[in-house]
T-cell receptor, first 111, second 113 residues
Framework: AQSVTQPDIHITVSEGASLELRCNYSYGATPYLFWYVQSPGQGLQLLLKYFSGDTLVQGIKGFEAEFKRSQSSFNLRKPSVHWSDAAEYFCAAYSGYALNFGKGTSLLVTP | DADVTQTPRNRITKTGKRIMLECSQTKGHDRMYWYRQDPGLGLRLIYYSFDVKDINKGEISDGYSVSRQAQAKFSLSLESAIPNQTALYFC????????????FGDGTRLSIL
């Protein structure tokens, strides 16, 4: 069955530290992949997307993600985290008719 | 104004009541979706519609129904609400190809007592 897995439920990082959020997918072929962020009380905002081509994708707010076919992964990274990055992050893959979401990773940023 | 508007933003109701959540969009998209978010479970698809005459069940459609009144409007109904339908509900829209991202409303927080 098609699935998206985010292994980390919660992650805590210090402000200014680097960040990597993990995402693995299980699909027969490479799906269209997305990362969304959800701030408290808000809807989901698209950070970046991958369809094909360059495996390093740049997004908004200083985020980037790297697609690795051999590992079926699409990990999200940021070199230096800001307190405003504290939020819930969702990885998603297009299932053929809708998005299939991972369960999310909650990011806490400490001073 | 928001591209995808959900009303109400919050609703508290009692078991057995009929509830309607509304979604309207100004993006001109044909595709619309309803998702449900529960803590620790991510978002799960309830229903989706690719145009006014096309309605499809998602993975958790039991206990829900939808109506696509126009290209811009997609409503979700709970015919007889039960407490385990307490959740955050999101409407989303997208263009007609899978590589076009979905755009989400701000959600409706529904509590069923």
């Amino acid at each position: 069955a098609q699935s998206v897995t985010q292994p980390d439920i919660h992650i805590t990082v210090s402000e200014g530290a680097s960040l990597e959020l993990r995402c693995n997918y299980s699909y027969g072929a490479t799906p269209y992949l997305f990362w969304y962020v959800q701030s408290p009380g808000q809807g989901l905002q698209l950070l970046l997307k991958y369809f094909s081509g360059d495996t390093l994708v740049q997004g908004i707010k200083g985020f980037e993600a790297e697609f690795k076919r051999s590992q079926s992964s699409f990990n999200l990274r940021k070199p230096s985290v800001h307190w405003s990055d504290a939020a819930e992050y969702f990885c998603a893959a297009y299932s053929g008719y809708a998005l299939n979401f991972g369960k999310g990773t909650s990011l806490l940023v400490t001073p | 104004d928001a591209d995808v508007t959900q009303t109400p933003r919050n609703r508290i109701t009692k078991t057995g009541k009929r509830i309607m959540l509304e979604c309207s969009q100004t993006k001109g998209h044909d595709r619309m979706y309803w998702y449900r978010q529960d803590p620790g479970l991510g978002l799960r698809l309830i229903y989706y519609s690719f145009d006014v005459k096309d309605i499809n069940k998602g993975e958790i459609s039991d206990g829900y129904s939808v109506s696509r009144q126009a290209q811009a409007k997609f409503s979700l109904s709970l015919e007889s609400a039960i407490p385990n339908q307490t959740a955050l509900y999101f409407c989303a829209t997208s263009g007609t190809t899978g590589n076009q991202p979905q755009h989400f409303g701000d959600g409706t927080r529904l509590s069923i007592l």
